[in-house]
């Protein structure tokens, strides 16, 4: 948007492209006009609970660049807050202001972007629709007159906690969250059913973004292709802001979307193409913001349908458009949870493979920002709690356990792939130990076995480098046998960090397949019939001789052995006759 201001001073502008096709590097400073600042404290109110998730984008704004920088003031503020709200009682702020306890959230918000300057002043500034509002010009003048104090009261409390990094004010969990989300690549997906691969490399090489071998450092504007997903771009840090201005995103060429939600539908279809075909229908349990769907229908065929439920009744109309610009023609839209949905329904007929992603904790996801503006506002208080949060665990777990165990009832399902962002085991091990165990105590002749991830996937993912989340899960009780067939990922700097399981349906036995034949009748026996006896026309069958009473109680072998004893014995009195 034109005329933002920042803190400096006015904005660099947007990044753009000229005619000859080449990328003007310009460096993106943190906005300070009136809208931000009142997003960000309508967004902390959210966060804490105060009100609820506003119906459409705070004070309208809808620029991802914007939209980025709000939700960093947001959950920056929410970090702080305890800080914040001690700096604001040291100094007696509110004693001197009475009349801005009614907008304590905004006061907090731009109290912590005073605290990003340094309590520095910023240059003055003007608002970009020419004229400012005045309970933020009006909060932002009084926080100036104390900066001083504030400045000293921050740096007393630093001295106080120990703390000689400004992070260390926040808990653990939420500094290591921070540490790992620096320096986060940007994950793309090359959308084949608008580009193939060589097109959009072409258009990138045209712009000037610069192509490198994975493992080399980051240049400005560089990316690589993922060697495990053949559709897959990852970008450097520092093009994160360009690449949302980017032709190839707006015209649906490119998706952005995390990889570990590509790599569960990249799994889900290499299962079904080992055991099925690519024509086969799928089902998503959890459509969220459509990316999952979308990149299954850009791997089966054109013919297979994919299934996707849960979405809310509020962004129908805008997951069908964005289906409709990715040219995802076979994603269907259920609009009903999945856990209502019956497993017998003719309409699953075709269903082979379910992708089973439940609402979960989001502990393992590592840029938070992102996760916000591509998937929703609404994940703003899940978030905001940190990796370590387990108020909510219960509900999420119950909910995890009762649509994998609905998956499974499914009975023309062959594959079903288990897939959450969180790091805890309640939500990943300890949950498939326990349905593991309730399908080896199924009465079932084919039900569901645990299979392990493919080694290749297995072997590129997992690097041996420690992670910083490691000291926040706790693993005693994960059962041994269950966690090694499992695929689990902690965060790191290169990606977030997920958990995938998978199930495959056994095929019946033998006597099972006869059985069910006979019982319709297509072994040409009578049908209903059990006994495996054939039943020919004409034929009378003879009578059998009645069983004496001391063979009614053997056996046929050891009856037929007292009857050639009886003749040898009948033989032999014979010739001593004679």
């Known amino acids: 948007s034109s005329g933002i201001n920042a803190e400096y001073g006015e904005a660099d502008p947007q990044p753009s492209f000229e005619?000859?096709?080449?990328?003007?590097?310009?460096?993106?400073?943190?906005?300070?006009?009136?809208?931000?600042?009142?997003?960000?404290?309508v967004y902390l109110e959210y966060i804490q609970g105060q009100r609820g998730l506003p119906?459409?984008?705070?004070?309208?704004?809808?620029?991802?660049y914007l939209m980025r920088q709000t939700f960093k003031l947001a959950l920056g503020t929410y970090h702080y807050i305890a800080v914040i709200e001690d700096l604001l009682l040291e100094t007696y702020f509110y004693s001197s202001y009475v009349q801005f306890r009614q907008c304590q959230s905004l006061v907090t918000v731009m109290l912590y972007n005073l605290k990003l300057l340094g309590f520095k002043a910023p240059r003055p500034f003007t608002c970009e629709f020419g004229e400012t509002v005045r309970e933020v010009q009006d909060v932002h003048d009084a926080l100036l007159r104390f900066k001083t104090k504030f400045h000293a009261a921050f740096a007393r409390c630093r001295i106080k906690c120990n703390a000689y990094r400004e992070d260390l004010l926040m808990g653990q969990d939420l500094m290591i969250r921070q540490r790992c989300s620096l320096n986060t690549p940007r994950y793309i997906r090359v959308n084949t059913l608008r580009r193939n691969k060589e097109q959009v490399i072409m258009t990138l090489d045209n712009r000037g973004y610069t192509k490198i071998a994975p493992g080399e450092p980051w240049s400005?504007?560089?990316?690589?292709?993922?060697?495990?997903?053949?559709?897959?771009?990852?970008?450097?840090?520092?093009?994160?802001?360009?690449?949302?201005?980017?032709?190839?995103?707006?015209?649906?060429s490119l998706q952005l979307q995390d990889r570990s939600t590509v790599l569960s539908g990249f799994i889900l279809q290499k299962?079904?193409?080992?055991?099925?075909?690519?024509?086969?229908?799928?089902?998503?349990?959890?459509?969220?913001?459509?990316?999952?769907?979308?990149?299954?229908?850009?791997?089966?065929?054109?013919?297979?349908?994919?299934?996707?439920?849960?979405?809310?009744?509020?962004?129908?109309?805008?997951?069908?458009?964005?289906?409709?610009?990715l040219n995802a023609s076979n994603v269907h839209i259920v609009n009903e949870p999945f856990l209502q949905s019956s497993s017998?329904?003719?309409?699953?007929?075709?269903?082979?493979?379910?992708?089973?992603n439940p609402p979960s904790t989001l502990s393992g996801v590592v840029d938070i920002i992102e996760l916000v503006v591509e998937e929703g506002e609404k994940f703003l208080?899940?978030?905001?709690?940190?990796?370590?949060?387990?108020?909510?665990?219960?509900?999420?777990?119950?909910?995890?356990?009762?649509?994998?165990?609905?998956?499974?009832?499914?009975?023309?399902?062959n594959t079903v792939v288990y897939f959450t962002r969180s790091?805890?085991?309640?939500?990943?091990?300890?949950?498939?130990?326990?349905?593991?165990?309730?399908?080896?105590?199924?009465?079932?002749?084919?039900?569901?076995r645990l299979v392990p991830v493919d080694g290749t996937v297995r072997d590129s993912l997992i690097s041996g480098k420690p992670s910083y989340y490691e000291p926040?899960?706790?693993?005693?009780?994960?059962?041994?046998?269950?966690?090694?067939?499992?695929?689990?990922?902690?965060?790191?700097?290169?990606?977030?960090?997920?958990?995938?399981?998978?199930?495959?349906?056994?095929?019946a036995k033998p006597s099972t397949i006869l059985e069910r034949a006979l019982e319709k009748g297509t072994l040409g026996g009578e049908p209903g019939r059990h006994d495996g006896k054939k039943h020919r026309k004409n034929k009378k069958n003879k009578p059998k001789k009645p069983a004496t009473a001391g063979e009614t109680a053997m056996d046929p072998t050891t009856s037929s052995m007292i009857k050639v004893r009886e003749k040898k014995s009948r033989k032999s009195a014979k010739k001593k006759g004679a």
């Open 19 to 41: 005619e000859n096709n080449t990328i003007q590097h310009t460096k993106r400073l943190l906005p300070y006009n009136h809208r931000v600042m009142l997003a960000a404290s």
């Open 55 to 64: 119906p459409q984008p705070a004070y309208f704004i809808s620029d991802p």
């Open 220 to 252: 400005p504007f560089s990316y690589y292709c993922d060697p495990l997903i053949d559709q897959l771009l990852v970008f450097s840090p520092n093009s994160k802001d360009d690449l949302t201005n980017f032709a190839l995103v707006h015209d649906g």
């Open 271 to 325: 299962l079904i193409t080992t055991n099925g075909s690519a024509n086969d229908d799928l089902i998503v349990t959890d459509i969220g913001n459509g990316n999952t769907a979308c990149y299954l229908a850009a791997l089966q065929n054109k013919e297979s349908s994919i299934l996707a439920f849960g979405p809310e009744p509020s962004a129908t109309e805008k997951l069908l458009a964005k289906s409709e610009t």
């Open 344 to 356: 017998k329904d003719k309409i699953f007929k075709g269903v082979r493979g379910i992708l089973c």
């Open 381 to 413: 208080p899940t978030i905001a709690k940190g990796p370590c949060e387990t108020n909510n665990l219960p509900r999420y777990v119950t909910t995890q356990y009762l649509t994998l165990k609905h998956a499974l009832s499914f009975p023309k399902v």
């Open 423 to 448: 790091i805890h085991p309640q939500e990943n091990e300890l949950l498939i130990k326990k349905v593991v165990d309730e399908l080896c105590d199924s009465s079932e002749d084919c039900p569901f």
């Open 472 to 507: 926040l899960v706790n693993m005693k009780n994960v059962h041994g046998d269950t966690a090694v067939k499992c695929l689990r990922v902690m965060p790191t700097e290169e990606m977030s960090g997920f958990f995938i399981a998978n199930f495959q349906r056994m095929a």
